[in-house]
């Protein structure tokens, strides 16, 4: 079993939806990140958290460390969206352990 | 401005060569990383350095060498030891590495094909 789990592995959506993807892992850790990757392969940091809650627009990044869960959260979806979301979790000895990511797909 | 670049975007290689995958940031950045992306799978670690003329190997060396003599500049190569050296390739730096709220900054990528 991967330490780090990413579910759906897929999703597709009409424009506008409400999406959320989750993220579980199984090692204590020190901080937890949300990334997303560009259809050409660059990726970009979103979000960083250690505890709570954070919004950066029309995203948002959720953390509960009892059940050892994260969830990203899009509204109002749009095809720019569309991407591979990537969760990665900082051990409690600094290593980073990624996930295998969620490839979302906003249709028009 | 400032940021990370890897060159180049795709390359393709024959069986039996060894070649080398650029990296260069000028973020000011000590640490530098070089992963691995096969589909479906989650980045692995190959080789990551926290300060010049200093490396050390991630979750999957074998069949690769770097270098670090240069606070800017992280070279991958892949060896033809490396038995499946199809991949995507993602080099990436950070203020430092031991930190809990470390940031890492990537490149764009390079896709290494072996005909």
């Known amino acids: 079993k991967n330490e780090v789990e990413q579910s759906p592995q897929n999703l597709t959506a009409q424009e506008g939806e409400f999406i959320t993807i989750n993220c579980s892992y199984s090692v204590g850790i020190s901080a937890l990140h949300w990334l997303q990757q560009h259809p050409g392969g660059g990726i970009v940091s979103l979000f960083m958290l250690s505890s709570g809650k954070k919004k950066h627009g029309r995203l948002i990044a959720t953390i509960n460390i009892q059940e050892k869960h994260s969830s990203l959260h899009i509204t109002a979806s749009h095809p720019r969206d569309s991407a591979v979301y990537i969760c990665?979790?900082?051990?409690?000895?600094?290593?980073?352990?990624w996930g295998a990511g969620t490839k979302l797909i906003i249709k028009p | 401005d400032g940021g990370i670049t890897q060159s180049p975007k795709y390359l393709f290689r024959k069986e039996g060569q060894n070649v080398t995958l650029s990296c260069e940031q000028n973020?000011?950045?000590?640490?530098m990383y070089w992963y691995r992306q096969d589909p479906g799978q989650g980045l692995r670690l190959i080789y990551y350095?926290?300060?010049?003329?200093?490396?050390q190997k991630g979750d999957i060396a074998e069949g690769y060498s770097v270098s670090r003599e240069k606070k800017e500049s992280f070279p991958l190569t892949v060896t033809s030891a490396q038995k499946n050296p199809t991949a995507f390739y993602l080099c990436?730096?950070?203020?430092?590495?031991?930190?809990?709220?470390?940031?890492?900054?990537f490149g764009p990528g390079t896709r290494l094909t072996v005909l």
């Open positions: 990436a730096s950070s203020i430092r590495d031991r930190s809990s709220y470390n940031e890492q900054f």
């Open positions: 973020l000011n950045h000590d640490a």
């Open positions: 350095s926290q300060i010049v003329n200093d490396f």
């Open positions: 990665a979790v900082r051990s409690s000895n600094y290593q980073l352990i």
